[in-house]
Each structure stands twice: as structure tokens, then as C-alpha cells.
């Protein structure tokens, strides 16, 4: 009695994950694209120049080509949280090490940048 | 045997090069030495934008983009501070209810002296500003101190700049440990990260003046004293040097400090310092 409400929902909860995989991929690169926009967030565009943004800064590389640059996402994530463990002199701010984005934050900011 | 005699060799130069090249910084951290840390600060600046004339550090942004240059030179026809400007002169001719007036408290009437602040008070063993003078001024004469962030405090020093425009910045540290001490406390305010953006003064106005983050160009710390107060669209209005450092600290995310705290006024000893034969060119208008 105890155990049978929960199969349904966990059936339910199996439906709608496989049901909805493509689409939620899709929704984290625009997550992470608002995100790499957004003033408040990650804010890439104060330094980064990326498709689709207007008026960017001039301090970072261009963000482009990066699957080819970095094939593997863990060195994207891991620049994005600490960048200065690479590269002490760095501008850029430990995203992660400071709490500025949540791991699913930068983890949607990764697919955005992806795709660039 | 001969490679490896010559590799030994080779690496022990190496070794011998870096030695070379950390080892002045080195000492430089050991002994406070203002004279070669003004050169050193200027230089890298010559060095970076050859291009610039000298004098023209004092204007900030402007100095680095013509396009910039160009909007602002048309601007200073109606300069946006003359307002401050107005009021600060009509202020600073305006006795106290005691009689006295401003000029009282400053050498030479308070006209043409905005090149001597901040001081170093030997009595005192402090950093002297310009805004903390003219705050101790009206309290010495019975007057209720302003906010040092804007409004009278930035026409004060906006008419006191005006004064003094042109004449090249003379900031002096007396043979005392103490003004040694400020200076390189200043210093070392100047170059250490802090806040959540994790950012120094220097990462901004040394390591990136002349980029832009979105469409605003950073100032080169060079000079950006000189043209203080300043009028920033970005506040719609006038803000002294203390408004410039609290508003960095929050922009940045670290926690400002109070107004005209040791730190504030040390780190603008050490600026000013090292814009030494620079010329005042406040107060300035920027974007």
C-alpha cells in the first residue's frame, strides 16, 4: 500500500524525462545564454565579444569556436569557476570559487558557449 | 659530457636571468622607494600608449580614443560640472556665521593649492585630503560638516581644482616612516584583489585601461586624480574622489569603506603621488 502510489509517479517522472530531453537541452543554451547576457550574472558580454550581443567589451578573447578549442566541457567549467588557478594575473572573476553562478549555472553557460 | 655540461650551463643562466628579473621586485618590496615607483608607474603607462601625450593622462577615457576625445572636447563649450563650479565660487566667498571664510584655512587663500593635497601631516602622522581640510575647515569655525560624497563638497573642490588647473601635481613625502608607511599602505590597497568580482584597482586602471567593458572605456590610473571632482553621466551628477572609490568597491562587489577611511586617503596619497608633474585638469566631465 505504501509502495504503490509511488509507481505511477515515478513512471510519470521516467515519461516525462525521456519525453522532454531534447527540449531541455535546448532550454539550458538559451538558460545559459541569458545567463552569459545577463548584467547581474555572468555578464560574459562586459568582456567577451558573442554572437548575438550587443555592445560588447574588449578586456577577453572573442567567444567563438569553442568546442574546437576546448573539446573537453570540464575545461570550459573550469575556467569559468576559477580561471585565476590557470592564470593568476587573469581579470576574470572565480565565478564558481565566489558564488557568483551555481554549478547548473555555469553547467548551462558551458552548453551556451558550446554552440558558439 | 659536453651536452650535458653545456645543458647545465644553459640551465643555470636561466636560473641566473629569472633571479635577475624577480630580484628587483624583490627589493623594491623590502625598502619603500616613492621616487622609483613614480617612474616605474609613469613609464609603464609612456610605455603602453605611446602615443599620448604626457599631459594628456589627466583626462581619462578621453586620453584613449579619439572618437570619445572628439564628443567630449565639443561638451566642454557647456561643460555639465559648471553649475558645481558656480556654486562652489559663490560658496567659498561666503563667510561662515562666525565672519571667517574658507580662505582662512588654506595657504594662499585656498586659490591655486589643489596640486599640494593630499599631504602628509607630520603632526598628525595622517594623510590629509582636500575634502577632509575643507570638512575640518567648517568644523573649526563651527559649521556642520557636508557629505563628502557630492553636492557641496564636489563644488568646493570642483572651484578649488578650477584654480589650480594646469599647474602640475606636487605631492610630497616628508622624511617621516609614517608617510612612508601611508604611502606604501596606499600601495598596496591599490594592488590587492578583493570583493567578489575579485578585482584590484589595478586590474581595471592599470592592466586594462583603454579596453572597454561593455561600452565604457576604462580610465588609466595615471592621472585620475588630477581631474577630480569629476561629473559622471552614469550619476547624473558631481562626485568627489570619495564617491569615485566607494562606487569602484561596489561595482566590483567588495564592501566600500567609509568615506575619508585610512585607507581611502592613503591609496589617494599614493595615486596622487605618482601622478607627480602631472597637471590638474578638474574638475572633469566623464561619461
Not at chain 1, 574546437?68 to 572565480?94: C, G, H, S, V, W
Amino acid at each position: 500500500m505504501t509502495a504503490f502510489p509511488c509507481k505511477p509517479a515515478i513512471l510519470l517522472a521516467l515519461a516525462l524525462c525521456a519525453g522532454a530531453a531534447p527540449a531541455q537541452a535546448q532550454s539550458t543554451v538559451a538558460d545559459g545564454q541569458k545567463l552569459a547576457f545577463d548584467r547581474g550574472k555572468g555578464n560574459c558580454l562586459t568582456c567577451h565579444i558573442i554572437k548575438g550581443g550587443d555592445l560588447p567589451g574588449t578586456i577577453g578573447p572573442e567567444l567563438k569556436d569553442l568546442k574546437a578549442k576546448y573539446p573537453d566541457r570540464n575545461e570550459l567549467t573550469a575556467i569559468i569557476f576559477d580561471e585565476t588557478k590557470r592564470n593568476p594575473q587573469t581579470m576574470m572573476p572565480p565565478f564558481g570559487r565566489n558564488r557568483i553562478l551555481t554549478e547548473q549555472e555555469i553547467s548551462a553557460i558551458v552548453d551556451f558557449l558550446q554552440t558558439l | 659530457m659536453k651536452t650535458r655540461s653545456a645543458l647545465l650551463l644553459g640551465s643555470l643562466s636561466a636560473a641566473l636571468v629569472a633571479l635577475a628579473l624577480t630580484a628587483p621586485r624583490v627589493v623594491a618590496a623590502d625598502k619603500v622607494d616613492p621616487v622609483a615607483d613614480a617612474k616605474a608607474f609613469q613609464n609603464f603607462f609612456f610605455q603602453k600608449f605611446p602615443d599620448v601625450k604626457h599631459e594628456d593622462f589627466v583626462n581619462g577615457p578621453y586620453s584613449m580614443n579619439a572618437d570619445l576625445k572628439r564628443q567630449w572636447q565639443e561638451k566642454e563649450e557647456f561643460p555639465p560640472y559648471e553649475f558645481a563650479l558656480e556654486a562652489g565660487k559663490e560658496m567659498f566667498a561666503t563667510p561662515f556665521k562666525n565672519g571667517k571664510t574658507y580662505a582662512d584655512c588654506f595657504p594662499n587663500g585656498g586659490i591655486g593649492v589643489r596640486q599640494n593635497y593630499p599631504y602628509f601631516d607630520t603632526k598628525e602622522g595622517k594623510v590629509i585630503t582636500l575634502e577632509l581640510a575643507l570638512n575640518r575647515c567648517r568644523e573649526a569655525n563651527g559649521e556642520a560638516p557636508y557629505s563628502y560624497v557630492k553636492d557641496e563638497m564636489a563644488s568646493l573642490t570642483a572651484y578649488m581644482a578650477y584654480t589650480s588647473r594646469g599647474k602640475p601635481m606636487d605631492i610630497k613625502i616628508p622624511d617621516d616612516p609614517r608617510a612612508l608607511e601611508a604611502f606604501e599602505n596606499g600601495k598596496r590597497y591599490f594592488y590587492t584583489r578583493r570583493g567578489q568580482m575579485n578585482f584590484s584597482c589595478a586590474s581595471c586602471h592599470v592592466q586594462s585601461p583603454g579596453e572597454r567593458i561593455r561600452a565604457e572605456i576604462l580610465a588609466p590610473a595615471l592621472g585620475i586624480m588630477n581631474a577630480m571632482p569629476i561629473y559622471r553621466s552614469e550619476w547624473s551628477g558631481m562626485g568627489t574622489t570619495s564617491r569615485r572609490f566607494v562606487t569602484c568597491n561596489s561595482q566590483t562587489r567588495a564592501v566600500p569603506l567609509e568615506p575619508q577611511a585610512d585607507e581611502y586617503r592613503d591609496v589617494e596619497y599614493f595615486l596622487s603621488y605618482v601622478a607627480n608633474g602631472l597637471p590638474i585638469s578638474g574638475p572633469g566631465a566623464r561619461p
